[in-house]
């Protein structure tokens, strides 16, 4: 075999051999372009399936703050609603305490008053010996029917009472008008037995302050008409 034989051999054998290195790297760069596109797949739908997921989580996030926001402002609309309520409820109070100071003026019905709430009190006490307390300017109408008082309570309850007039201690006067914020009294009356350890307070204050308690709810119903049910609000 000449040097022409033995170079056109190598050649060949060069060929073959580059050719196979060729080919298996074609084979490995497509292997590795598959493995690089399956990877890139699995790595993309895993990121998808977390960015879903924080998307879902966040709009239910949100939507859960709605609903508490749109609660907060239910809430405050309902107190809102309750106290613009209660202030007019209050109104009506003041309005009614306005005119309660008007009562004692005139002195003959005032007198009657005065008499029916004596009566009223030694009802309740059923003691034998009863203190008056009343407003300083009422002593003289309490001294009138003082023995009207002790002989018509005899009369419906069979018993005797002694009634007195506490002259040492005296309701505040009643309102002057003048804007005073002082402590003050529309009328009436406190009793008191057995050394001030009873006591009845029968004052035209309290009766209101009574007659508001029992009567708040049908004010509330006469003003606003019935209370909605909470679907109203819901």
Known sequence: MDDTQVDAQLEQMKNFILQEAQDKAAEIKTKAAQEFTSEKGRIFQNEKVKIIKEFEKKQKQIEVQKKIN????????????LKAREDCIRDVVQEAQKR?????????????ILKN?????????????VSIVCRKEDIPLVEKVLKDTEHEYKKNTQK??????????YLPAGPSGDGNKGPSCCGGVILSA??????????????????FDQLTPIIRTTLYGPTPSRKFFD
């Open 194 to 211: 057995l050394e001030g350890r009873i006591i009845c307070k029968n004052t035209l204050d309290a009766r209101l302050e009574i007659c």
């Open 70 to 81: 749109l609660s907060n402002e239910l809430n405050k609309s309902r107190l809102s609603v």
């Open 100 to 112: 309660l100071t008007t009562i004692s003026e005139n002195k003959e019905k005032y007198t009657q």
């Open 117 to 129: 709430l004596i009566l009223q009190g030694l009802v309740k006490l059923s003691e034998k010996e």
């Open 160 to 169: 005797s009472v002694n009634l007195t007039i506490d002259k040492e201690r």
